[in-house]
């Protein structure tokens, strides 16, 4: 089993920066178990898209509304998966989740983490 908290959300003007932050525990909760890590976000009223993935083979995606924006990573060492937010719009403002995969096809979300972007 696998739990994952995200943490670095808040309230930034536009413009700003902010960095979150998912962090796997548990049994399996190691990043270099998942073959794929991704953040997705969920506006008010809007459908949970994907933002940014990362494989277990170094390959990136980036959806066209945050692609030279922001930056998705993972820190083997500290086991945790990053998301660099930087010059930040309005339209970011949104529940940012992480999800992690496995091999095996076992897939999990994490509780969210609130974004915030208004002056």
């Known amino acids: 089993q696998v739990q994952l908290m995200e943490s670095g959300g808040g309230l930034v003007e536009p413009g700003g920066s902010l960095r979150l932050s998912c962090a796997p525990s548990?049994?399996?909760?190691?990043?270099?178990?998942?073959?794929?890590m991704a953040w997705y976000r969920q506006a008010p009223e809007k459908e949970r898209d994907l933002v940014a993935s990362?494989?277990?083979?170094?390959?990136?995606y980036y959806s066209d509304s945050v692609k030279g924006r922001f930056t998705i990573s993972k820190n083997i060492a500290a086991n945790t998966l990053s998301l660099q937010m930087d010059n930040l719009k309005s339209d970011d403002t949104a529940i940012y989740y992480c999800?992690?995969?496995?091999?095996?096809?076992?897939?999990?979300w994490g509780q969210g983490t609130q974004v915030t972007v208004s002056s």
């Open positions: 548990g049994p399996s909760g190691f990043i270099s178990n998942f073959d794929f």
């Open positions: 999800l992690t995969k496995t091999g095996a096809g076992s897939e999990y």
């Open positions: 990362v494989t277990s083979d170094g390959y990136i």
